[in-house]
């Protein structure tokens, strides 16, 4: 086993010329590894504070506070004759959207790619480099602020280490993936998590992220994913993060008081006398708005009592394809994802989510069809109340 603690100098671009030329040299190559460092603690919006580029000659350092031309970068990470190799890469992503402007193409996420081989579900790139390539990083600078100059030799050396061994796992996953004929499942899949991940951004999915939110009535409901809209508009517009705006607790407090009116902002926990001087007419505003528009067939919850024993039956069906393929049953279908399947075919009458399309169909997607079918022609299985 190989220990990669220690390390000789890297190398770090800090001028747009410079950049321009491993721009050049990296569109020559057929795989690069990126990865980002960033600061999203206080804003919105990640803020950079390194860029990790790897190609055979070794990993190359981008300092984005010294770079004023990322035009270059940009068509880099839009030329699909070169793979970009990335490890649990959303985060990294928001950070190259903030900087270029643009979303890459020919991403490998080899977090991903392991799922698919059986390595686990969220394996870490430190356990996967371990795990594969026999090597042990080191991550004790995970916390480390990227925003302050000057980065130390130690900032630089663990950041280096994030893609040095990007290119020989997509190398090694790579051919895994195609032994076992599950590339075209991988392919499917990262583009189904494209789409998702522009959906999800948009300020009306908001309120997706709120928890407890199945509890609401239907109208406390439309007040929520109203506040929800709001909230994340302005969050952006100031670019602080959603909860120093509002917290998901306040937003839930203001949707179920249904006579909500300006003396009683005063009464709700958590809520300052700034906040409420600043926003308290914005969110009144939005509430009104929300219930004279009425609830909308989204904002009606669903009880799954009926088929309480059937969500049983589904994630047991999911468990059993997953074992068979030696699969995580995360990666085949969460909670969540079955609940909005069942929902879809027994209540709304809807086609079959996306999700649950593609290589998922005869994988698991017609049994759990049959199941939830079957379950339908035979009426309540009884069971606890719960409404999505």
Not at 304 to 332: C, F, H, N
Request: glycine content about 6%; aromatic content about 6%.
């Amino acid at each position: 086993m190989v220990d990669a603690a220690e390390g000789g100098p890297t190398s770090l671009i800090t001028a747009d010329e410079s950049l321009k030329t491993a721009c050049a040299r990296w569109s020559a190559a057929r795989v690069v590894g990126l990865d980002t460092e960033f600061v999203r603690e206080r804003t919105y919006y990640p803020r950079p504070g390194l860029l990790q580029v790897a190609d055979v000659n070794g990993p190359v350092m981008v300092d984005p506070l010294t770079i004023s031309d990322f035009q270059p970068f940009a068509a880099l990470l839009t030329n699909p004759a070169v793979t970009k190799v990335m490890h649990a890469c959303d985060e990294d992503l928001d950070v190259l959207d903030v900087l270029t402007g643009v979303t890459p193409v020919g991403v490998f996420d080899t977090q991903l790619a392991s799922a698919f081989l059986g390595y686990g579900f969220s394996t870490s790139y430190a356990n996967l480099v371990e795990g594969l390539l026999d090597v042990v990083l080191d991550k004790g600078l995970t916390r480390s602020d990227w925003c302050h100059r000057p980065l130390t030799p130690g900032q630089l050396h663990y950041a280096a280490l994030d893609v040095e061994y990007l290119s020989p796992i997509h190398a090694r996953l790579s051919r895994e993936l195609s032994t076992r004929g599950r590339m075209p499942w991988f392919e499917e899949e990262l583009e189904h998590r494209r789409r998702v991940r522009t959906e999800a951004k948009q300020p009306e999915s908001a309120y997706l992220r709120i928890r407890r939110r199945g509890a609401l009535s239907p109208v406390q409901h439309a007040v929520l994913r109203a506040l929800s809209h709001w909230r994340e508009v302005e969050a952006m517009a100031r670019n602080i993060p959603r909860r120093h705006l509002l917290t998901d607790e306040i937003l839930m407090t203001l949707a179920q008081d249904s006579a909500l009116d300006a003396s009683k902002l005063e009464a709700i926990k958590g809520l300052s006398p700034r906040a409420r001087a600043r926003y308290g007419q914005a969110i009144l505003t939005h509430v009104d708005a929300a219930r004279r528009t009425g609830p909308s067939q989204i904002d009606i919850p669903v009880n799954l009592r009926p088929y309480s024993g059937t969500m049983v039956r589904l994630k047991e069906i999911v468990k059993e394809q997953a074992d068979l393929l030696e699969l995580p049953a995360e990666l085949l279908a969460r909670r969540r994802a079955i609940e909005t399947l069942l929902i879809s075919v027994v209540k709304r009458h809807r086609e079959i989510p996306p999700e649950f399309q593609g290589w998922r169909f005869d994988v698991v997607t017609d049994a759990l069809l049959g199941c939830i079918k079957s379950a339908d022609k035979t009426g309540s299985d009884g069971g606890k109340a719960q409404s999505v």
